[in-house]
T-cell receptor, first 112, second 112 residues
């Protein structure tokens, strides 16, 4: 089945220790998104890619970076995680010009 | 202008009853209105969506009602079941800017 796959499902990292979350898709969608979702809140957009074009949201902290080496993969790098970065991180994909996202199951990040 | 307001924040409905969640938007350029269902520890999943050229869309027990003049849309869940217990997010987007604007979410609990 075509889908959006996030790894790992759960990630525990130490305060200040860089961490990378990954997302892959078999839908051949040209847009990929990274969202941060904290408990009982709506997802908050961090970045998105139209193909290789990177788009950063104005309020995304500099601590967060992203890479999209090819159409299928996208990575979220958190350079120095703080306690406030503990959240569910969601990857989503869509077609440019189309409607509707497909979300992955998310990575639950815990910072200790 | 980009906000989508969602109510109620939480909702408890008896099994077999009708669950109703409401959303209102401001930006008249929005032309796609999806609803997402999210279970704990999972990513949001597209439930049903509507375009503003129709006033209602039904898929099984789920119906979206859309009022373009009032800039409001709502989700109705008929014959609500315990398995419908989840958080529901309304959202909106527009062609040319595929980023979804999410509502704040409604936590729905169906009691026996």
């Amino acid at each position: 089945d075509a889908m959006v796959i996030q790894n790992p499902r759960y990630q525990v990292t130490q305060f200040g220790k860089p961490v990378t979350l990954s997302c892959s898709q078999t839908l051949n969608h040209n847009v990929m998104y990274w969202y941060q979702q904290k408990s009982s809140q709506a997802p908050k957009l961090l970045f998105h890619y139209y193909d290789k074009d990177f788009n950063n949201e104005a309020d995304t902290p500099d601590n967060f970076q992203s890479r999209r080496p090819n159409t299928s993969f996208c990575f979220l790098d958190i350079r120095s995680p703080g306690l406030g970065d503990a959240a569910m991180y969601l990857c989503a994909t869509s077609f440019l010009g189309g409607y509707g996202y497909t979300f992955g199951s998310g990575t639950r990040l815990t910072v200790v | 202008q980009q906000q989508v307001k969602q109510s109620p924040q939480s909702l408890i409905v008896q099994k077999g009853g009708i669950s109703i969640i409401n959303c209102a938007y401001e930006n008249t350029a929005f032309d796609y209105f999806p609803w997402y269902q999210q279970f704990p520890g999972k990513g949001p999943a597209l439930l049903i969506a509507i375009r503003p050229d129709v006033s209602e869309k039904k898929e099984g027990r789920f119906t979206i009602s859309f009022n373009k003049s009032a800039k409001q849309f709502s989700l109705h869940i008929m014959d609500s079941q315990p398995g419908d217990s989840a958080t529901y997010f309304c959202a909106a987007s527009m062609r040319g800017n595929e980023k979804l604007t999410f509502g704040t979410g409604t936590r729905l609990t169906i009691i026996p």
